[in-house]
């Protein structure tokens, strides 16, 4: 069975750095890309970022660009988001997801939420 | 980048009728689209992909069609575990990948 667990969220003050993991299990992690999506209160899902498989490849919008770090870990199947310089409106809960063979996101996970606010 | 227009906003609907979703490109995106099921407190989740195809462990309730800019989700018979936001999704020209506002179907 896939599974994608979230872990890092909290509440932090404008400005400062938050960092978090997502964990995978059920499938060969090192094979395919995964994204960050986010839902902020009362609102719909904003994609956040993409890392292709083997981490080389790297995309952002520009709501987070410069601010925000995608990584991975294949050695542990693990995915990260850094997240630098929050503002108010990063508030929201963040879900990882991993991309289908047809660049679907196939399966996600429960979310963490992030709570920005001074 | 292109913009997807989901319609209605919201959907109130009985169990056991027929709802109809449409989601709107902004340019061609061929049969690049995707729809998801979003309930509160739970991971959204794939229903349809390339426009017509249904993911693993979906009802055949649930089917859409839809290619260049127009798209549809239809489900044919609406259970009580259906009601839910619907999101569409385009991978035709990304980055960045991006989602419809949503369409919130509703008990009537």
């Known amino acids: 069975e896939v599974k994608l667990v979230e872990s890092g969220g909290g509440l932090v003050q404008p400005g400062q750095s938050l960092r978090l993991s997502c964990v995978a299990s059920g499938f060969t992690f090192s094979t395919f890309e995964m994204h960050w999506v986010r839902q902020a209160p009362g609102k719909g899902l904003e994609w956040v970022s993409y890392i292709s498989a083997r981490g080389d490849i790297k995309y952002y919008p520009d709501s987070v660009k410069g601010r925000f770090t995608i990584s991975r870990d294949n050695a542990k199947n693990s995915l990260s988001l850094q997240m630098d310089s929050l503002r108010a409106e990063d508030t929201a809960i963040y879900y990882c997801a991993r991309e289908g063979l047809t660049s679907e996101l196939d399966h996600w996970g429960q979310g963490t939420l992030v709570t920005v606010s001074s | 980048e292109i913009v997807l227009t989901q319609s209605p906003a919201t959907l109130s609907l009985s169990p056991g009728e027929r709802a109809t979703l449409s989601c709107r490109a902004s340019?061609?995106?061929?049969?690049?689209l995707a729809w998801y099921q979003h309930k509160p407190g739970h991971a959204p989740r794939l229903l349809i992909y390339?426009?017509?195809i249904r993911a693993t462990g979906i009802p055949a309730r649930f089917s859409g069609s839809g290619s260049g800019t127009d798209f549809t989700l239809t489900i044919s018979s609406l259970e009580p575990e259906d009601f839910a936001v619907y999101y569409c999704q385009q991978r035709g020209d990304w980055p960045p990948y991006t989602f419809g506002q949503g369409t919130k179907l509703e008990i009537k």
């Open positions: 340019q061609n995106i061929g049969t690049f």
């Open positions: 390339d426009a017509t």
